[in-house]
């Protein structure tokens, strides 16, 4: 067994020095920052071959598909993470019972979206749902997969290379499309980005396998189907708010404005990418700490949401005062990407707060209660956006967006300071109340 002398090392002596965590964020760092430089390169690229009307429809495509995607692992991913960094024996069955989940719930989710594409009329966006379903509900996911398994065994240097892996093949795949088709359409796009995954599911699976091992029997699938969904809730839910408005600006207000708020969101997007390496390096440390109780949580918390804050407003100013220079990058049909991009600059502020206490949640076994939230937040952004983009087009969905986000910071808040509270009146009136240990269900 390849992990055997993994299990012979403790958590402490691996997750519990400041130079290991240091280590860990420099690889995540390299990672998310070279796919910062390849998401900006592709974004260019396919918005300047598709124009704002094609970018828009494939834009709302995956939008579509990537609120599906999250239900694809059931949450199975997380779950592996969770137990295996508490305990890496967990390792080698729990890989074995996310593999099985995700190609049985992925692939009844891709053939659900063929058969509906099928009954649907043949528009530009319909178009683009099969082959972008099988590329997030399934490939794509095996690459996040494969990156989690790394991850859970604090090999950070290959999650790092395996999620970069995703963003390379992207990019490749832009300038094979460009070379290759002439006048392409948002259907034509997809088609390459479908082999682009095909490529990143199938070559993660294979460096996982031999570099950690072949997955055993899945042991735990009634786990998964009691605790996994709320993981894909909360990933779904995120989606949602953070998308939904492009699919429904697609359709109320056309593809066109879709694509000039998509191209300002995806600059906004790549800004918070470090925000985004930061906290996937902190997912086992919370998950550590969370076995403790939240009082480790809080002062990890404490350790990340103040630089994170300051990045987030640095880079946001940058982008405000940069923005007349989009248009330029990414062609004429984007003028009012601009504009765009100085509304929204300012939303990861609201969002690296709820990031970080989310988190918390998370790793204290706590999923329920944040994937709630962040379902009652989803549907509270759908009904402001039904209200606000057909009478202000792109601007309403950034209102909604802020409206929306900074509730949700505002919840998590409070959801995390009376848990916390509960908990320490709870071990204050206990006979082992000192200790603060809180006891972990098995998997």
């Known amino acids: 067994?390849?992990?055997?002398?993994?299990?012979?090392?403790?958590?402490?002596?691996?997750?519990?020095?400041?130079?290991?965590?240091?280590?860990?964020?420099?690889?995540?760092?390299?990672?998310?920052?070279?796919?910062?430089?390849?998401?900006?390169?592709?974004?260019?690229?396919?918005?300047r071959a598709l124009g704002a009307n094609g970018f828009g429809a494939f834009a709302a495509a995956l939008a579509v598909v990537s609120t599906l995607a999250p239900f694809a692992t059931l949450g199975s991913g997380h779950l592996l993470l969770m137990y295996t960094s508490r305990d890496r024996r967990n390792y080698s069955s729990w890989y074995g019972t996310a593999c099985r989940t995700t190609w049985v719930v992925g692939g009844t989710l891709c053939l659900g979206v063929l058969v509906a594409t099928l009954l649907l009329p043949s528009t530009p966006l319909v178009l683009c749902l099969p082959a972008l379903a099988l590329a997030e509900c399934l490939l794509f996911r095996f690459n996040e997969l494969s990156a989690q398994c790394f991850q859970s065994l604090d090999r950070m240097s290959w999650s790092a290379n395996i999620l970069l892996l995703g963003s390379l093949v992207r990019l490749a795949a832009v300038g094979v499309f460009m070379a290759t088709v002439r006048h392409g359409t948002a259907a034509h796009w997809s088609i390459f980005y479908l082999t682009a995954?095909?490529?990143?599911?199938?070559?993660?699976?294979?460096?996982?396998?031999?570099?950690l091992g072949p997955p055993e029997p899945p042991l735990h699938l009634d786990v998964v189907r009691r605790r996994g969904i709320f993981f894909s809730l909360g990933v779904a839910s995120k989606t949602i708010y953070g998308d939904i408005d492009k699919i429904m600006l697609a359709v109320i207000s056309g593809a066109t404005a879709a694509g000039i708020y998509t191209a300002a969101y995806r600059v906004v997007a790549m800004g918070f990418t470090p925000v985004v390496a930061a906290m996937y390096t902190s997912n086992t440390r919370f998950f550590r700490a969370g076995a403790?109780?939240?009082?480790?949580?809080?002062?990890?918390?404490?350790?990340?949401?103040?630089?994170?804050?300051?990045?987030?407003?640095?880079?946001?100013?940058?982008?405000?005062?940069?923005?007349?220079?989009?248009?330029?990058?990414?062609?004429?049909?984007?003028?009012?990407a601009a504009s765009a991009l100085r509304w929204l600059a300012f939303l990861p502020l609201v969002q690296a707060v709820h990031y970080v206490v989310?988190?918390?949640?998370?790793?204290?076994?706590?999923?329920?209660?944040?994937?709630?939230?962040?379902?009652?937040m989803a549907l509270f952004n759908v009904v402001l956006n039904l209200f606000l983009i057909p009478a202000f087009s792109w601007r309403g969905a950034a209102v909604a967006s802020y409206v929306t986000e900074g509730t949700l910071a505002l919840l998590m808040g409070v959801a995390f300071s009376l848990s916390h509270r509960r908990e320490s009146l709870a071990a204050a009136g206990s006979p082992s109340g000192a200790t603060g240990v809180r006891s972990i269900p098995a998997p």
């Open 358 to 376: 989310g988190d918390a949640l998370m790793g204290s076994d706590r999923q329920a209660l944040r994937s709630s939230l962040q379902a009652g």
């Open 197 to 211: 995954a095909a490529f990143s599911g199938v070559a993660s699976l294979l460096i996982t396998q031999c570099r």
């Open 292 to 336: 403790t109780g939240l009082s480790a949580s809080r002062r990890l918390i404490r350790r990340l949401i103040v630089p994170l804050a300051v990045y987030v407003l640095i880079v946001g100013i940058a982008e405000w005062i940069a923005s007349p220079l989009l248009p330029v990058v990414i062609g004429k049909d984007f003028d009012q």
């Open 1 to 47: 067994m390849r992990l055997r002398h993994l299990r012979t090392r403790s958590i402490p002596s691996l997750m519990g020095t400041s130079e290991h965590f240091l280590i860990a964020t420099l690889w995540m760092t390299y990672s998310y920052g070279l796919s910062f430089l390849f998401q900006g390169a592709y974004f260019a690229l396919i918005a």
